[in-house]
């Protein structure tokens, strides 16, 4: 099954962001999911052919990784934004979560956008603990190292130059702050509700008699 590109046509005409601009980072997404469908049909051939153990097959499989991983992080980016000027509603399960685990939501909003404004490239992750429940800000460098394993993204920040360079030059916190209110809170709020999770029994460990 080949991975389809998604359409985002109707964010032309987001508050603050080119038309151009969001041309241009479409078609670098539409090339991360050319380059996935790629990627995986040529590595399923070498394993048939019996090519597993060559130079060539481990790093392919490795920029498989970095290339799906570019492909469902557009998308989930693209997702979270809105031309629409929405707030996230202080009545929320969301909004009560982020203010439980970081004290108040505009600490939490503090923290993401200082996360946004770190040096490098990479991406923003709001994301959820799927065993306790808990919120983190986390960095992603390029699309692999820094993500919480297992845990679900929510809400999704392009950090690399590419996502803001044309349209704000080098001031990465205007980028930010334009983000910040074209951020979709419905989508992000359906994906905290997706993910909530069911806490284990608690298990008493007994100590064996010595």
């Known amino acids: 099954m080949l991975y389809q590109a998604k359409s985002f046509e109707h964010l032309k005409g987001l508050r603050d962001f080119s038309d151009q ?10 090339g991360y999911v050319k380059n996935t469908n790629q990627l995986a049909t040529i590595l399923l051939n070498k394993v048939k052919l019996w090519k597993t ?3 060539e097959y481990a ?9 799906f991983n570019g492909m469902r992080l557009h998308e989930l980016y693209f997702e979270n934004l809105t031309k629409r000027s929405l707030s996230l509603k202080k ?9 439980q685990d970081f004290g108040q939501f505009s600490t939490w909003e503090r923290g993401f956008m200082g996360v946004g404004g770190m040096r490098g490239i990479g991406w923003v992750v709001l994301t959820r603990d799927p065993l306790t429940g808990r919120l983190f800000n986390v960095w992603m460098d390029e ?15 392009d950090v690399f130059e590419h ?6 030059g080098m001031s990465r916190t205007a980028y930010v702050q334009a983000f910040m209110k074209a951020i979709n809170w419905p989508v992000v709020e359906e ?3 997706a993910s909530n999770y069911i806490p284990g029994p608690v298990v008493e460990v007994r100590r064996r008699a010595s």
Not at 21 to 30: D, I
Not at 163 to 168: E, G
């Open 59 to 67: 790093e392919l499989k490795r920029r498989f990784g970095w290339e």
């Open 143 to 157: 699309h692999d190292a820094g993500f919480l394993v297992g845990s679900t993204p929510l809400l999704v920040l």
């Open 191 to 193: 994906r905290f509700n």
């Open 53 to 55: 153990g060559t130079m």
């Open 91 to 99: 009545q929320s399960p969301l909004y009560e979560k982020l203010r």
């Open 21 to 30: 601009l969001l041309q241009n980072h479409l078609a670098l997404y539409r």
């Open 163 to 168: 996502a803001y360079l044309q349209d704000f």
